[in-house]
């Protein structure tokens, strides 16, 4: 994701701004209507939002027009939920591109449906799956982050291939030109994201252990842990 400012041609631009548009409205109703019921949340909320603008912020180079980074999505979507994160990510995309010329307000659209939509679903969906078949919370945190974070590099891949085919190959020869490039970085970042996510996940059980239980993130066994 952060697919740079005016890279992507006007069509795709637009489509995904509007592809991104209902999750996004979708999201701030769901963080309204949490906050009122649960104001003690407001901090998790804020260091969700903290962890995912840091970790995102942190770049490196990778294909022309795009880079490799860690997305921090994971923990807010572990925490809230996938649709919470979309208005989350929108936030934390929109100053990043404004403030650090990390990513772009026309590429915004495409930017917030691979980090704040894409990825948060498959950490949500990931972390529900590892403790439906009973795997150690620590290791359902770690995979549900960095799975997230290469779920949302495939989409990457996906959407520079939809807007720039191989001329002989098509959309698929350019998605494996592009996914095999990001692969170099993005593999150990993700390992990298899982790890500090676990971290961060660990010092909430400790400071916050029954709020996450309240949030039905941990059993009660996992907090007296």
């Not at 974070?149 to 720039?164: E, R, V, W």
């Not at 993700?190 to 709020?211: C, D, H, K, P, Y």
Request: net charge positive; hydrophobic share 55%; proline share 5%.
């Amino acid at each position: 994701m952060h697919i740079m400012e005016g890279f992507l041609p006007v069509k795709h631009a637009i489509g995904w701004s509007i592809a991104a548009a209902p999750f996004v409205g979708y999201g701030l109703h769901v963080i309204n209507k949490r906050v009122k019921e649960n104001p003690e949340q407001r901090m998790l909320l804020g260091v969700a939002a903290a962890f995912t603008f840091v970790l995102s912020a942190l770049k490196l180079p990778s294909v022309t027009g795009s880079c490799s980074h860690p997305t921090g999505t994971g923990l807010g979507a572990v925490l809230f939920g996938p649709t919470a994160m979309a208005p989350i990510g929108a936030v934390v995309l929109l100053f990043q591109a404004i403030l650090l010329a990390h990513g772009g307000l026309t590429t915004l659209g495409a930017n917030i449906f691979s980090m704040a939509i894409v990825g948060p679903f498959a950490a949500a969906a990931i972390f529900r799956l590892a403790k439906s078949v009973k795997l150690a919370f620590g290791l359902s945190i770690f995979l549900a982050a960095s799975l997230a974070d290469l779920l949302t590099y495939i989409t990457t891949s996906a959407q520079l291939a939809l807007a720039f085919p191989d001329p002989t190959g098509g959309f698929t020869a350019s998605f494996v030109k592009f996914s095999a490039v990001f692969a170099f970085t993005q593999m150990p970042l993700a390992i990298i994201e899982g790890l500090l996510t676990v971290v961060v996940m660990n010092s909430l059980l400790r400071f916050n252990a029954r709020e996450l239980q309240e949030m039905k993130v941990t059993a009660p066994e996992t907090v007296r842990a």
